[in-house]
Nanobody
Framework: QVQLVESGGGLVQPGGSLRLSCAAS????????MGWYRQAPGKQRELVAG???????NYADSVKGRFTISRDNAKNTVYLQMNSLKPEDTAVYYC?????????????????WGQGTQVTVSS
């Protein structure tokens, strides 16, 4: 069993910053791609940023230049530094990870999600 535990959400004023963290734990063989998604009320879940195990990153156009994704492979943790926050960034943010787990004598990769953390940008 694998768990993704997120932290760092909250209420912040426009122009402010927040840092989200997501740690994977459990019977992990390896953690491959990781990413952050968000879902605002009445909207579909969308990719915010992704990072490969090698450190290659990609971002939604709406957050480029303001958000930075990073990871600590030794801790199986991914971070999202969010600067210059705008009211339209308000959403529930979800961590996602492609995790290889041990199955008998081999491994298999599965997709896991965190429970979500609320980010509210408002004055």
């Amino acid at each position: 069993q694998v768990q993704l535990v997120e932290s760092g959400g909250g209420l912040v004023q426009p122009g402010g910053s927040l840092r989200l963290s997501c740690a994977a734990s459990g019977r992990i063989f390896s953690v491959n791609a990781m990413g952050w998604y968000r879902q605002a009320p009445g909207k579909q879940r969308e990719l915010v940023a992704g990072i490969t195990s090698g450190g290659s990153t990609n971002y939604a156009d709406s957050v480029k230049g303001r958000f930075t994704i990073s990871r600590d492979n030794a801790k199986n943790t991914v971070y999202l530094q969010m600067n210059s926050l705008k009211p339209e960034d308000t959403a529930v943010y979800y961590c996602n990870a492609a995790v290889a787990i041990v199955v008998v004598t081999t491994w298999e990769e599965y997709d896991y999600w965190g429970q979500g953390t609320q980010v509210t940008v408002s004055s």
